[in-house]
Nanobody
Framework: QARLVESGGGLVQPGGSLRLSCAAPGFSPADYAIGWFRQAPGKEREGVSCIAESASEAHYGDSVQGRFTISRDNAKNTIYLQMNSLKPDDTAVYYC????????????????RGRGTQVTVSS
């Protein structure tokens, strides 16, 4: 059964780093774009990053460009989000999501998503 399971969230100080993982068995790179969106209390859902179904392109939200890096290990069926230079505004629940293209993933309107992992950036 295809499912998405996030891990790696936690509490980190401003300027620190975290790496999120998303186990994605059953989601073939040839068929699915996969990535992350986030939701913070009182804020709109925000697309973070996505790697296209061909794995040839990576997309980033404006607020994380240059700080976050998405990658995919096909042998492990896992997607990673390396987050550097974290800011308090990055605090949110991060959801791994998959669908037929990155536009859907970054909008967060997807057929498949995980339960989310909390990231808190605070001193």
């Amino acid at each position: 059964q295809a499912r998405l399971v996030e891990s790696g969230g936690g509490l980190v100080q401003p300027g620190g780093s975290l790496r999120l993982s998303c186990a994605a068995p059953g989601f073939s790179p040839a068929d699915y774009a996969i990535g992350w969106f986030r939701q913070a209390p009182g804020k709109e859902r925000e697309g973070v990053s996505c790697i296209a179904e061909s794995a040839s392109e990576a997309h980033y939200g404006d607020s994380v460009q240059g700080r976050f890096t998405i990658s995919r290990d096909n042998a492990k069926n896992t997607i990673y989000l390396q987050m550097n230079s974290l800011k308090p505004d990055d605090t949110a629940v991060y959801y791994c999501a998959a669908d037929r293209n990155c536009e859907l993933v970054l909008d967060g309107i997807v057929r498949f998503r995980g339960r989310g992992t909390q990231v808190t950036v605070s001193s």
